[in-house]
């Protein structure tokens, strides 16, 4: 059974900062693939930014805002956070595709 938990959540001000962390246990393979999708109360969960190999992709909404990288740990990722806004909040969910695993999520507040 493959686990996927998130981590980093929390409460920022708008234009702040947060870095979230996704790490992957369970696999006796490298997962290259990982996403990370968001939702938000009364929202459809939607996708925000994918990692393959040394590819990257991002939705237009956090482009230029947000990077994912690949953690210094075998099969963790990060999603640093940057400009944040209000609209950014919502519950940060990791998926490793290979498994269709998803993580329990980690809350994002964006607020003054």
């Known amino acids: 059974q493959v686990r996927v938990v998130e981590s980093g959540g929390g409460l920022v001000q708008p234009g702040g900062s947060l870095r979230l962390s996704c790490a992957a246990s369970g696999s006796i393979v490298t997962i290259n693939a990982m996403q990370w999708y968001r939702q938000a109360p009364g929202k459809q969960r939607e996708w925000v930014a994918a990692?393959?190999?040394?590819?990257?992709n991002y939705a237009d909404s956090v482009k230029g805002r947000f990077t994912i990288s690949r953690g210094n740990a075998k099969n963790t990722i990060y999603l640093q956070l940057n400009n944040l806004k209000p609209e950014d909040t919502a519950v940060y969910y990791c998926k490793v595709p290979l498994f269709g695993a998803w993580g329990q999520g980690t809350q994002v507040t964006v607020s003054s």
């Open positions: 990692i393959s190999g040394d590819a990257t």
